[in-house]
């Protein structure tokens, strides 16, 4: 739907798809399941496999590329099965997906510096890695739910209220920084024509900004928090005047719920974020200076790449298709965060 006032794209809010929908896949309680998780030992899994092993069982599969596992006490985890093995290697992967019921995609090369050094792996594990990973869970049967993870890098640089109707931008070629995007973006295609094609129930999410304990990689909470805890410089790039909305890591695991007990889910790629928690960096740097108590400077770094300006998601499609809202806004999320680094790793 074209939504004249402003000219662009609109998700058409009030019109409930959702029933419209026939209940193919409908896996209402989640529960007794077995659910396989690629990329699981990331930040991201480590969140989702607590959530998950309260009634279910997690396969996790990573190569340990990052580990966050290891800090959050479920490596040993009764319900937890790890199995070390790269999304590049298909038969590892089938035999890992075998007796689940759903797959949750997660392995990635993430994180924009991480990205930069390693332009042909990150496009290799996400090309190859998703396709592996989709034509392992068509394969092997019995999975009746399929979670890609793209990313909101497939809108580019602005991308205000953007909404899953609007174009994604592709930057140019050359620019390391976008081989990620354009990447993911590939896999969100991939996805859904395995749904398409061979019925495949599957669904993608684009998180946007995801903040929170256990974090690995690089990401600016990450990076100011760890500064701020032990009195450095933040380090902000360029003014500090690109604006990000961040959610909470618990916010993007109730969207992964969603997605996984929801049929209507199926078919669609869905934004997940919080744009009510909506700053620039140089304001979030200030507020992780104060919320932490610390007297660390803020300096300012020039930074050679091309930046993302802003990103704010529309978040209307996943509340009107998965009843998702996130909860937790940043001043809460932040506390939370800093108080976690302040136990593990200061
Ligand atoms: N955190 C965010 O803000 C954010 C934003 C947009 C998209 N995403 C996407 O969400 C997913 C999870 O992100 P995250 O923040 O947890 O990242 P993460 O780096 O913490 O987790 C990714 C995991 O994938 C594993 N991995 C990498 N290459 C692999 C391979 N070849 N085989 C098997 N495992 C491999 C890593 O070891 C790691 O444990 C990724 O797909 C990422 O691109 C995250």
Redesign the pocket.
Known sequence: MLDSSRGRARWPSGKNIALALTPRYRWPMLEGRRIAI????????SHLIERLIQGNRVVV????????LSSSGLYDHPSVQVVK????DTDALRKAMEGCDAVVH??????VDTVLKNPVLTMR?SLL?TLNALEAARTVGGVRRFID?????VFGRYAYQVTEFDATTLGAVGEARWTYAVA?LATEHLAMNYHKQFGLPACSI??????GPR???E?AVHHFIVRALRGEPLVVHNDGSQIRAWCYVDDIVDGIIACLTRDEAVGHAFNIGNPRSTVTIYNLAREIVRLSSSGSPIVFEKWPHPDVEIRVPSIEKARDILGYQAKVDLEEGLLRTIHWYRRHRT
């Open positions: 690629t990329g699981g030992a990331g930040f991201i899994g599969f990573d190569n340990f590329h990052r580990d966050a093995g790269d999304v590049l997660l392995a990635s090369i993430a994180g594990v890695g993870f793209s990313t909101s890098e993911k684009r998180p946007f900004n995801i903040y974090q690995v990689g990401g």
